[in-house]
C-alpha cells in the first residue's frame, strides 16, 4: 500500500525553527513530486512547497520565501521541510502529498494557488505546528 508519514511537528515560539520529515513506502518514490501543504483552522488546503522527483528543482509559496526549504533524499525515501523563522500565521497542520511526474506539467501546478486536492496520488496523515508563546 503506497503511503506517506508525516513526523517532526509540535509546539514552537515565534521566531523558532523546526523540521519536518515524510516518510514514504509501497511506492517508486524516486519517480514522484512530493509537496509539502497546509491547512489552517477555518481555511482551505493551500500549497507550501514542491519538489521535483530528482530534487533539482523546487517551488515554494510567497508566505515562506527565504523561511522555509524543501528536501529529498530518494535513498531513504524521505523528503524534509525546513522551516525558520516561524510567525503564529504558520500554525496549520502540515500534509505532505505525491505525484507522479508524468502526471504534473509544473511544480507550480502541483502547489501553487490553483492546485487540485484530487490532483495527488498519496496523502499523507498530516503533522501539526502550533507556533505560539
Known amino acids: 500500500q503506497s503511503q506517506l508519514v508525516e513526523s517532526g511537528g509540535g509546539l514552537v515560539q515565534p521566531g523558532g525553527s523546526l523540521r519536518l520529515s515524510c516518510t514514504a513506502s509501497?511506492?517508486?518514490?524516486?519517480?514522484?513530486?512530493i509537496g509539502w501543504f497546509r491547512q489552517a483552522p477555518e481555511k482551505e488546503r493551500e500549497g507550501v512547497s514542491c519538489?521535483?522527483?530528482?530534487?533539482?528543482?523546487?517551488y515554494s509559496a510567497d508566505f515562506v520565501k527565504g523561511r522555509f526549504t524543501i528536501s529529498r533524499d530518494n535513498a531513504k525515501n524521505m523528503v524534509y521541510l525546513e522551516m525558520n523563522n516561524l510567525e503564529p500565521e504558520d500554525t496549520a497542520v502540515y500534509y505532505c502529498?505525491?505525484?507522479?511526474?508524468?502526471?504534473?506539467?509544473?511544480?507550480?501546478?502541483?502547489?501553487?494557488?490553483?492546485?487540485?486536492?484530487?490532483?495527488?496520488?498519496?496523502w499523507g496523515a498530516g503533522t501539526l505546528v502550533t507556533v505560539s508563546s
Open positions: 509501497g511506492f517508486t518514490f524516486a519517480y514522484y513530486n
Open positions: 502529498a505525491a505525484a507522479h511526474r508524468f502526471r504534473i506539467s509544473t511544480l507550480q501546478a502541483m502547489c501553487g494557488g490553483e492546485f487540485e486536492l484530487t490532483g495527488m496520488d498519496v
Open positions: 519538489i521535483s522527483h530528482s530534487g533539482g528543482s523546487s
